[in-house]
């Protein structure tokens, strides 16, 4: 069964990943690096090559449509299957929003993959944080829960009053 599970993982590894129709930000793009926004709870990669819904799927559509506008003829030639592998040189978490660096080539990604390695390209975070409370929840306190406070204070002097005779 390892035998076999190796040979469809080897086997899969050949499998294009699966264009994303949905739009992707691009925040800067050379002939090596492609630099994205990420939005929150959309994965890295997909679940599986054969699925879409993921930074690197999108990538993938992006980079087709490139290579279709730079040359249209070239592109039909091949049957209108090019195979851009984009990969994602370091992580973010499903549920994190922010600037996701791939590499276009295996070269550049094996090159930007060792920069954040050793630690000579800095990933930086900020954190957004919000406290939202229904307004009358915030401003009013309840008679009763007044109530149940006073009552847990009056049985803690009590009880310390008993602790204090002893």
């Given at each position: 069964?390892a035998t ?15 264009p994303?129709h949905t ?10 690096i492609l ?5 929150a ?5 997909p679940?599986?090559?054969?699925r879409?819904?993921?930074v690197v ?5 992006h980079?087709?449509m490139?290579?279709?506008r730079k040359?249209?003829?070239a ?11 984009p990969?994602a040189?370091?992580?973010l ?8 660096l ?5 070269k550049?990604a ?6 954040f ?5 800095r990933k ?12 009358d929840d915030a ?28």
């Amino acid at each position: 069964l390892a035998t076999v599970t190796r040979m469809v993982r080897h086997e899969l590894r050949d499998v294009p990943l699966q264009p994303d129709h949905t739009p992707l930000d691009v925040v800067f793009e050379d002939a090596h690096i492609l630099a994205v926004a990420k939005p929150a709870n959309v994965m890295t990669y997909p679940a599986h090559r054969l699925r879409g819904n993921s930074v690197v799927s999108r990538a993938v559509h992006h980079m087709n449509m490139e290579a279709f506008r730079k040359n249209p003829k070239a592109f039909a030639a091949r049957g209108a299957v090019v195979a851009p592998d984009p990969t994602a040189t370091h992580r973010l978490d499903r549920g994190t929003s922010g600037v996701l660096l791939l590499a276009k080539d295996k070269k550049s990604a094996g090159a930007l993959q060792a920069e954040f390695e050793t630690r000579r390209a800095r990933k930086t975070y900020l954190a957004v944080c919000a406290i939202l409370e229904e307004e009358d929840d915030a401003s009013e306190v309840s008679s009763e829960t007044r109530d149940n406070r006073e009552t847990i204070d009056d049985d803690d002097d009590a009880d310390a009053a008993a602790d204090a005779d002893d």
